[in-house]
């Protein structure tokens, strides 16, 4: 285990759900990271906290919500979703040395299926 | 351009073999150059990381990185089936981690 846990592992949902991914570090790391993985896609760069405040949100759909409420735990809330938006959901915690982050440790994912 | 690039594979191999695995990057300002495993069904998992250009050998695994060509290899020696993985070399920029696509690799018994 990498000591990031995501819940759940797997989630079906309709496109008018609203439903919720969780992950919960207890490594120390200041920067936590939302990655969608999809089929024969390289792994993409949703969202971005340091220190509990969001940096980066890449060009995110808002049918996205992050949600970072302190350092060790990161929410990301899902509502009216699309069939595409299908895969594999990562969570990530990083240490943030000088400015710079360095190696990132990743949870299991959760694995979703929009019907 | 795309910051990093990796062939998708599927790439495989016999069993023993050296396995080499490469990714090329666009931009000079990468400090840390990493390689993540992916077995099925899991998150990606740390193998190795470096920050200088050279070789660093662990156990199997040798990373090289040259930072001239701006070229990052991934050597496997003596391939076993349990290999079997989907290998992706990532690099940091300011606060991100910028991934490759991931090479899928089959070591064939």
């Known amino acids: 285990e990498t000591g990031v846990t995501q819940t759940p592992r797997h989630l079906v949902m309709g496109m008018t759900n609203k439903k919720s991914l969780k992950c919960e570090q207890h490594?120390?790391?200041?920067?936590m990271y939302w990655y969608k993985q999809s089929a024969k896609k390289p792994l993409e760069l949703m969202f971005v906290?340091?220190?509990?405040?969001?940096?980066e949100n890449n060009s995110v759909p808002s049918r996205f919500s992050p949600e970072c409420p302190n350092s060790s735990h990161l929410f990301l809330h899902l509502h009216t979703l699309q069939p595409e938006d299908s895969a594999l959901y990562l969570c990530?915690?990083?240490?943030?040395?000088?400015?710079?982050?360095?190696?990132?440790?990743f949870g299991q994912g959760t694995r979703l299926t929009v019907v | 351009q795309k910051e990093v690039e990796q062939d998708p594979g599927p790439l495989s191999v016999p069993e023993g073999a050296i396995v080499s695995l490469n990714c090329t990057y666009s931009?000079?300002?990468?400090?840390?150059f990493m390689w993540y495993r992916q077995y099925s069904r899991k998150g990606p998992e740390l193998l190795m990381y470096?920050?200088?250009?050279g070789n660093k050998e662990d156990g199997r695994f040798t990373a090289q990185v040259d930072k001239s060509s701006k070229y990052i290899s991934l050597f496997i020696r003596d391939s076993q089936p349990s290999d079997s993985a989907t290998y992706l070399c990532?690099?940091?920029?300011?606060?991100?981690?910028?991934f490759g696509k991931g090479t899928r690799l089959h070591i064939l018994p």
């Open positions: 906290y340091n220190f509990k405040e969001q940096t």
């Open positions: 990530a915690s990083s240490p943030i040395m000088t400015g710079l982050t360095t190696e990132a440790f």
């Open positions: 931009n000079s300002a990468f400090q840390y």
């Open positions: 490594l120390g790391h200041n920067a």
């Open positions: 470096t920050y200088s250009s």
């Open positions: 990532a690099m940091n920029r300011d606060d991100k981690i910028i």
